[in-house]
């Protein structure tokens, strides 16, 4: 790219909540407001964490994932997972797993990963439209 300006941090703001809100009266009318709200969360906290931290996780997404993958198959060893749920967990139920292992998750928890695994399938369309929706969960600790 060319080099370019800086734009305003408040004039950038200001643009972003405009457009965002406009879009969001838009989707208001056909249902789908909720899920825009999410994507537009989504999309600011990947940005934020794209300016903030792209070295570091380069850096250390790789040995990241071994310690994730670790923790799975002493997971599954307890008998609280299958292969892939791990990756359903948020951060603060991972660590306060990986701080009890070897207890098993709770079942509660273990609804919570089956739900969110489920969410995930009906939403890239890998499973049937006639499958039970996922119960709406906040994607945010």
Request: net charge negative; charged share 25%; proline share 6%.
């Amino acid at each position: 790219t060319e080099p370019h300006a800086v734009m305003p941090y408040e004039l950038n703001l200001r643009r972003n909540m405009l457009a965002l809100s406009f879009h969001f009266d838009l989707a208001h009318s056909s249902g789908r407001a909720l899920g825009l709200n999410h994507a537009a969360r989504f999309v600011h906290d990947l940005n934020v964490e794209r300016e903030n931290h792209h070295v570091l996780w380069l850096k250390y997404s790789y040995p990241l994932r071994q310690l994730v993958v670790e923790l799975e198959r002493r997971l599954i060893a307890s008998g609280s997972l299958e292969k892939g749920d791990v990756f359903f967990l948020q951060v603060p139920e991972l660590i306060e797993a990986a701080r009890n292992l070897p207890a098993p998750l709770t079942p509660d928890l273990v609804s919570k990963v089956k739900n969110r695994r489920r969410g995930y399938l009906v939403e890239a369309r890998l499973i049937g439209s006639d499958a039970e929706p996922a119960l709406s969960e906040d994607d945010y600790y």
